[in-house]
């Protein structure tokens, strides 16, 4: 039970006979699907794997999931219909009277799937959040489970980033949060590298242009975001921050509506954003909205994008010319690992950065000494 209870209660109050798992072979996250496939293991439920989006990838990228996996992966297109007759086929062949739940991270295409296999039109869309509840759906003599893709832990609704089952002491917990945080982070070194490589060497050709930067997130995105900023300070590099938490205090909510204070905070962002700067959009989820509006606006005007993602194949991801990816799931609603790995990403770009351009402790010390400001005292007229 130690995995099935992550999955949330919907998933055990489906009681399901089989599954199918749904992989999104742009954005695979193999740590995830294993998490799906443990419970399915566990509860000895039939499943096979199949790996969805084949359209936007190369043919053969399926091979490095299956090996990963270790289980066949069956390449499918909702959108071009490749392999459609031979998954239908194949869950003939497979499953009987049984209640299949469909499991994957979000955008994997489940519900897709269920809309083609049932002729039903339920929403579908790229955002985080689209499905939130598990629709039963006829096909054949089958019952179709749509699913959500985040992972919960029944027992503590009301956390969840780490997975404390087994820990009995505060300590056994406080060592928990250390050694998952520490995976997380390992695994996202292997995803993020080549984009931080990237991002550093692109940054550091607009700054010898008299460009700058402008880096934005919201909620624990926002201290990424900041801390990104408030590093540049102390090493010399033209950081901006601008976050939602300035929307209280800036004209932006001026609009009505949660849609356009979204926009109006793009907008209002990218009234310092110039052609040649580099606008950072950092969001864990990918979905998150004047975050991604913000870079869909600085393409407009010319700058260079980037994202930093847990999720690539999410509007953000969509919108950004460089990605940096973690790979720190699974975790929970509330994120903790995947912040860790941003945090470590902002601090690769700023520290390397910094030390390519020659500058030194004796530079920075001087970055944060107080320089005098001659001025008089408050309400002395
Ligand atoms: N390119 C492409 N897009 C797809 C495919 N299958 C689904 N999509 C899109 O991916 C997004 C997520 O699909 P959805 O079914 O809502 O995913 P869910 O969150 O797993 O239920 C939607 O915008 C779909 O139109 C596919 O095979 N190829
Ligand atoms: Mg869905």
Not at 212 to 236: F, N, P
């Amino acid at each position: 039970m130690r995995v099935t209870k992550k999955i949330s209660a919907p998933f055990l109050q489906a009681r399901p006979s089989g599954a199918i798992v749904i992989a999104n072979l742009v954005d695979p996250q193999i740590n995830t699907i294993k998490a799906f496939i443990d419970a399915c293991q566990e509860k000895g439920l039939k499943y096979f794997v199949v790996g969805n989006k084949n359209d936007r990838v190369r043919n053969n990228s399926y091979l490095k999931i299956e090996k990963e996996l270790k289980d066949n992966v069956l390449p499918i297109s909702l959108k071009t219909r490749k392999n459609l007759l031979k998954l239908k086929r194949k869950i003939d062949d497979f499953f009987n009277k049984d209640r299949v739940i469909v499991l994957g991270v979000f955008n994997a295409g489940k519900t897709s799937l269920i809309n083609y296999l049932c002729g039903t039109a339920y929403k579908v869309g790229d955002l985080p959040g689209t499905t939130l509840e598990f629709t039963k759906t006829s096909y054949k003599d089958l019952i179709l489970i749509d699913s959500v893709g985040q992972l919960i832990d029944i027992n503590k609704p009301m956390m969840v980033s780490i997975d404390f089952e087994g820990c009995k002491t505060i300590e056994d917990k406080i060592k928990r949060v250390f050694d998952e945080e520490q995976k997380g982070l390992a695994e996202t070194y292997h995803t993020s590298e080549e984009g931080i490589i990237k991002v550093i060497k692109m940054i550091d050709r607009q700054i010898k242009k008299g460009k700058k930067i402008i880096v934005t997130g919201a909620g624990a995105s926002a201290l990424v975001a900041k801390e990104m900023a408030g590093q540049g300070l102390e090493t010399g590099l033209p950081i901006l921050a601008f976050t939602n938490d300035l929307a209280e205090a800036q004209p932006v909510s001026f609009a009505k509506g949660t849609a356009e204070e979204e926009a109006g905070l793009s907008r209002y962002i990218n009234f310092v954003v110039n052609k040649g700067d580099v606008v950072i959009s950092v969001s864990a989820s990918g979905g998150t909205g004047f975050v991604y509006e913000t870079l869909r606006q600085a393409r407009k005007k010319k700058a260079i994008t980037v994202a930093i993602t847990e999720n690539i194949d999410t509007p953000l991801g969509k919108q950004a010319e460089y990605i940096i990816k973690s790979n720190s799931k699974p975790e929970g609603p509330s994120s903790s690992k995947i912040q860790t790995a941003h945090l470590v990403i902002v601090h690769a770009i700023n520290l390397v950065l910094a030390d390519e351009k020659g500058i030194t402790a004796d530079d920075s010390v001087k970055f944060m000494l107080p320089e005098k400001v001659e001025t008089k005292k408050m309400g002395i007229k």
